[in-house]
């Protein structure tokens, strides 16, 4: 009984390496599926997903809600990349974002990309 329980683990463990699984839904991404942007790459690597969701408002705002009140321009591709290594609040509430000072200009700069890129 114990071998067949562990063959059936196998054997499913095995078709869903096969899957298809992305980590945004197709109807969120305006970005090719088949190979994630960098700014959502480094999304994954820091502490975003603490306070933000693509779809929901956690302890901050949702991806999707910045996209939809920030059209993409060099203006607010500069404003939300500033405010993520600055932090601030008073925008979307009382608490406050916090500072990303580590994270490199450049890598701010790909992370507030592909946030505005969100919005169709």
């Not at 690597?45 to 939809?68: F, M, Q, W």
Request: net charge positive; glycine share 6%; proline share 5%.
């Amino acid at each position: 009984m114990k071998i067949k329980i562990l063959v059936a683990m196998i054997t499913l463990g095995s078709l869903c390496s096969f899957s298809n699984y992305v980590s945004i839904p197709a109807q969120y991404s305006a970005i090719e599926q088949t190979k994630p942007s960098e700014g959502e790459a480094l999304i994954k690597k820091e502490d975003c997903a603490t306070c933000h969701k693509i779809d929901k408002k956690v302890v901050g705002p949702s991806y999707l809600d910045i996209a939809k009140k920030y059209p993409m321009n060099d203006k607010n591709i500069k404003y939300i990349s500033e405010k993520i290594t600055k932090g601030g609040s008073g925008v979307w509430g009382p608490i406050p974002m916090s500072a990303h000072t580590a994270l490199k200009k450049d890598d701010a700069k790909k992370i507030a990309i592909y946030i505005l890129s969100l919005n169709k």
